[in-house]
Structure formats: C-alpha cells, structure tokens
C-alpha cells in the first residue's frame, strides 16, 4: 500500500491485489487513493474481482474531501456492480451530479448539466453473464471531455461532459468500498498511459442532442412537458 493512502481498516494487499473489505456495517462510501499523480487524459485498465452483492467502482478526475470525512472522495466513477448489469460498468458521479448514464447508454451532458441519452451501445448485454469471484478486465478512457468505459472489451458508457461548471477535467484516482452488505472488492494489474494534458474538448455545436433523446433517470431534473433541444 506504499502508493496509496487509504484506512487499513478496510483496505490490504491479498495475493497480490488491492483488496477492500467491509463486514455490512459502513456507515459511509471509504477510499483508498493512489499517491503518485493526479489524472488527466488516459487509459486505465485493471482486473477486477468482487463478491456477490459487492459495490465498489475505479473513482477518477475526483477530489479529495477530507471536510466531509475521513478518506471520501468525490467525483466520475466507473461503477462495479456485482448484482445488477444496469449499473455494472455505468459512469456515476459520488456527491455530484450521480446518475450520469446507466450501463450501454450513449449519453451527451448538456450545459446545464442534464444527461440525455442519445443512443445504445453493442455489446453491453454481454456483461449480464457477469460471474462474480471471477476476475474482469476493467478498461476507463477519457480524452478531454468523453469519456468511454469497457467490461471485458464490451463497451458499458460512452459519454460527452458539456457542463463547464459540472465537470471536471483533473483529479486523483481511488476506489472504493460501499455501504451495504459485507463485501471484497479486489483489484490487481492497474496500467494506466497518460495522454497531453491539452488534448481538445469536444463542444456542443458539433454534438447536437437529437430530437428523439430522453433524459437520464432517475435524475428527475426535467419537467415533464420539457423535449430535448
């Protein structure tokens, strides 16, 4: 653990891997964050073991926020869901604007910060079979503003961050142990290639939301009578 800061309450090294573990009594999501540099631009991969009924996620770009307590960090997560594909692999966002896009949706945040769906991604049925105690290759890229997922080479999000006040384009990377029923969360072989820090971000003229797109739930920002510009 000498690059990552983390409790030993509930984080050690388990042949080899990271491991997390909580007996169900966690009041509150903890992290464990790696020390060496903040991230940029990049892509992450790492393989990834959890028990059934385990949460975690690979935090990233995220902030560290010791004044809400002890190791929490907020920020993009990557979602690792045991039990329910919906969320396996989904981009969150810890204490911010949550729900970004759920597993297999192509998702365009727009300036206000509202996640629309624009599409559905193939393949993302694929991780449904998802075997817990079995490791998984789990695959983070994010280049300036998108950002993309995979579970096992099946792509699991595709987004588009327009919200300048919202997102955030550095950070650290951590991950996690989450409140809920006892659970090991393990991660080994994390490889992660830095790209220029000044990479372009997309914008929202060349990115239009079609008429046809429906918002993110269960964000419920919208009014009912409101259609996607």
């Not at 990834?48 to 996620?57: E, F, R």
């Not at 393949?123 to 579970?151: C, M, P």
């Amino acid at each position: 653990l000498r690059q990552w800061s983390g409790d030993s309450k509930y984080w050690s090294v388990q042949d080899g891997a990271l491991t997390g573990v909580t007996d169900g009594s966690l009041k509150m999501n903890r992290f464990i964050t790696w020390k060496n540099s903040t991230i940029r631009n990049f892509d992450l991969r790492v393989k990834v073991k959890v028990t059934a009924g385990g949460n975690s996620g690979l935090q990233y770009r995220g902030t560290s926020r010791p004044d809400l307590g002890l190791d929490i960090v907020t920020g993009y997560q990557c979602d690792v869901v045991a039990d329910n594909p919906n969320y396996n692999g989904m981009l969150y966002e810890e204490k911010g604007r949550r729900i970004l896009s759920h597993t297999g949706e192509k998702v365009i945040i727009d300036g206000n910060g509202q996640p629309w769906v624009v599409g559905q991604l193939t393949g993302s049925d694929a991780i449904k079979d998802f075997n817990t105690e079995a490791w998984h290759d789990y695959r983070v890229l994010v280049q300036g503003n998108h950002h993309q997922h995979w579970i096992d080479g099946h792509p699991t999000a595709d987004l588009i961050d327009l919200d300048e006040k919202g997102r955030s384009l550095e950070g650290v990377l951590a991950v996690q142990v989450h409140v809920g029923p006892a659970m090991k969360i393990q991660y080994k072989d994390f490889k992660i290639k830095h790209f220029p820090d000044d990479l372009p971000l997309l914008k929202a003229e060349d990115h239009p939301i079609p008429s046809d797109a429906y918002g993110v739930k269960p964000q419920g920002r919208l009014p009912k009578d409101w259609k996607a510009p």
